[in-house]
């Protein structure tokens, strides 16, 4: 790239407004009058406004009549030097919105004999195809112009059989060409340097028929991620830490326990919720097993990543081995929900939005400068139109082409609530049961908080879950406190009532939530450290039989609440990642689901997949709504420390008329008195009895950090 020099600076901030910076080392920063010059048309500037700055006299100016963005522009000072009138604070306005929204084709279009390549790009001056057959030289590439139509957006047609060809844009923006990858590409080469032409009709698989499910609070989550789920020695998987071996079937232990998705299966859960698989940086797909990343560096949103395929070289294999995977788990009855990080890119100079069309799909602050609620340095501007249609236009493409069942939206809380209404909108258009949940946390983002798609704002937003942050910190202790001990841990958290009524305000009057099904209820993800690690960091002395039941208390918890539940791989046999908190770029010896740690905690991985299969037998853990909520249970403190979760007149909801569940965060044993009536046992301490339920006599016996439950006939 040329460096252009320039003697002053002029930008177009408004459809009608130039600011021109004069430095104090040119004339010092003086001039008396500026024209704007078009093919050697002069017109004078109005000068609105003069400001001292540091370095510049900065100078406010009208121009008579709208500047048409796309035709190249000089401003004359009164020294017969002129500059060229760059792209400013104008690409950010409602008006340059309004102007070049756009609604037709864009991207590729495929067929045989041609290709249609459609590019939106309204402040560039000159845009070129770049094509390259894949067996000769980068020196013999071909460059073709590409045609200005109207809202911005450039088009050439490029005949011949292109299947297989290279591709990316020159754009021609300030003076300056730069060659980015197709923002809508739907393949790239490898580590995603260039699109590639590719007919996704040869990927094509039809998704197959799963259970019905009622309701989005029957789901039940489980969080993996692709390298994560098999790379372990003794996952048993033969193609370890990719997507063919995330769908192998049938796979096991040395010792003939089952492993990976078979395993998945068998625990119970409706939902695999995979950590990004779209295009990522900061690993060599060349080199895939040298580094590791969870996968929060998008590049390309409508590619697949190749580091988890086997042949990153080949652009259709990585196509092909998800869809596989997607489907394969769907054979399973699973649904899938993939992890989206529309919220930020890699790096903003880099991405090919900025380069494309730089500064409008990152959002700015009051002062120009980008705003960085993300803690990565960019946030998208998910408000603007065009930013606002690649978001739809990418979600739409995963739901047809890819055939998802649900989405998980990483710090959704920088998107806006127009965006992600939006978004659920076109989702149950494509399925009713499609699941969308979030990370609704308010971060420091240049939008008004009434437009953020956050917490706060969940009566907005009532078909998208969020992640219940008071349900995690009460019930194990707070994320960034790493000594404070929730309530399942024996801390002095004690206020659980509203969590296990799935904060929709059971005994206040407004909750966190309207309605149960916007409630994610956690203890652990991927972020952060993993609820064992928390555990040994609060007691590091404590026996370890004593850490697994207050692990395996919190973990009771999530999976009776009212609400979703969610699951981190492996929390079910303790999983651990030796301490570290930020694992996003830790080795495979620290993220590996550990499948020997399965082994050896099989006792504990039956007993969470038998209270899995009790949610399961009534809908009383399952309720619909706020008002079946506030209508079947009572929660309260008895006999002082145990909290007395009670689900009254539940016959028409399963086999009971009346469920108790008694939970004892204490280390004290407890004798608690029968109510009248006939009761059985469904839950005692480590044993769960899904049939042939003891009969419960005169009083019940509550262990320490353990939870009973009784059933009434």
Not at 121 to 149: G, H, I, N, S
Not at 224 to 247: C, L, Q, W
Not at 263 to 283: N, Q
Not at 433 to 439: D, K, N, V
């Amino acid at each position: 790239m040329l460096s252009i020099k320039r003697k002053f600076f002029a930008y177009l901030d408004e459809i009608t407004i130039v600011t021109i910076l004069l430095p104090y080392s040119y004339h010092q920063g003086e001039s008396n009058s500026f024209f704007l010059v078009e093919d050697g048309r002069k017109v004078i500037l109005s000068i609105e406004s003069k400001e001292t700055l540091k370095d510049f006299t900065k100078y406010i100016c009208k121009v008579p009549a709208a500047v048409v963005i796309g035709k190249n522009y000089t401003i004359e000072d009164e020294y017969h030097e002129s500059t060229d009138l760059q792209i400013g604070a104008v690409i950010r306005t409602k008006e340059f919105d309004e102007l070049f929204y756009y609604s037709g084709p864009l991207g590729l279009e495929y067929s045989k004999d041609k290709c249609v390549f459609t590019l939106w790009a309204p402040t560039a001056q000159q845009v070129k195809l770049v094509l390259q057959d894949p067996k000769k030289t980068a020196a013999e590439r071909k460059e073709l112009m590409m045609t200005r139509k109207e809202r911005g957006v450039w088009t050439t047609k490029a005949k011949g059989e292109l299947e297989g060809y290279y591709y990316s844009y020159l754009v021609l923006i300030n003076l300056e060409w730069r060659e980015a990858v197709d923002p809508y590409a739907v393949a790239v080469s490898a580590n995603g340097l260039t699109g590639a032409i590719v007919d996704l009709s040869k990927t094509k698989e039809s998704k197959p028929a799963l259970p019905p499910i009622e309701h989005s609070v029957d789901s039940i989550i489980y969080e993996t991620h692709i390298r994560d789920f098999t790379i372990h020695p003794n996952s048993g998987a033969k193609k370890k830490g990719t997507y063919v071996g995330a769908a192998e079937l049938h796979t096991q232990t040395n010792t003939g326990e089952i492993t990976g998705l078979s395993y998945v299966k068998d625990l119970g859960a409706t939902h695999i919720e995979f950590l990004p698989v779209h295009d990522f940086e900061e690993v060599d797909e060349l080199e895939e097993i040298k580094t590791y990343n969870w996968g929060y560096n998008p590049s390309h949103y409508n590619v697949p990543d190749g580091s988890y395929s086997l042949d990153p070289q080949n652009p259709y294999a990585r196509i092909s081995e998800l869809k596989t995977m997607i489907h394969e788990v769907q054979k399973q009855g699973l649904r899938v929900i993939l992890d989206v990080v529309y919220n930020h890119v890699y790096k903003k100079e880099e991405s090919s939005f900025e380069k494309i069309v730089p500064g409008y799909f990152f959002r700015y602050d009051s002062f120009g400068m980008p705003s960085n609620g993300t803690g990565v340095g960019n946030d998208i501007a998910s408000e603007r139109l065009m930013v606002r249609r690649f978001i739809l236009d990418s979600v739409r493409f995963w739901l047809n082409e890819y055939q998802i069942d649900g989405l998980r939206f990483d710090l959704m809380g920088i998107l806006d609530i127009e965006t992600m209404n939006q978004v659920r909108s076109l989702c149950v258009q494509y399925d009713p049961y499609f699941l969308i949940i979030g990370e609704g946390w308010n971060l420091q983002t240049a939008l008004p908080d009434k437009q953020k798609a956050i917490i706060l704002n969940q009566k907005e937003l009532p078909g998208i879950a969020q992640f219940n942050d008071q349900f995690r910190d009460k019930i194990k202790g707070s994320t960034f406190q790493l000594d404070h001990k929730g309530f399942a841990l024996g801390g002095d958290e004690h206020n659980i009532h509203e969590l296990l009524a799935g904060s929709v305000g059971l005994m206040q009057p407004d909750g966190l939530f309207t309605e149960p099904h916007q409630s994610v209820n956690y203890v652990e993800s991927h972020d952060n450290h993993t609820l064992w690690d928390k555990i040994e960091i609060c007691y590091p002395d404590m026996s370890e039989e004593k850490k697994r039941k207050k692990h395996c208390l919190a973990t009771i918890l999530v999976l009776l609440s009212q609400g979703i539940p969610f699951l981190h791989s492996g929390q079910e046999f303790f999983r651990t990642k030796q301490g570290v908190e930020n694992s996003y770029q830790s080795p495979d010896h620290i993220n590996q689901l550990n499948w020997d740690r399965m082994v050896r905690y099989k006792q504990n991985v039956e007993f969470i997949k038998k209270i899995i299969a009790f949610r399961k037998t009534t809908s009383a853990f399952r309720l619909r709504s706020a008002n079946q909520i506030r209508k079947h249970i009572k929660i309260q403190y008895v006999l002082n420390e145990i909290v007395e979760y009670k689900l009254e007149n539940i016959e028409l909801l399963g086999r009971w008329k009346e469920i108790i569940v008694y939970i004892n965060a204490s280390e004290k044993e407890v004798k608690c008195p029968l109510p009248s009536g006939k009761w059985k046992k469904l839950i005692e301490d480590d044993k769960v009895y899904l049939e042939n339920e003891p009969i419960q006599k005169e009083q019940t016996t509550i262990y320490p950090i353990s939870v009973t439950v009784i059933g009434k006939l």
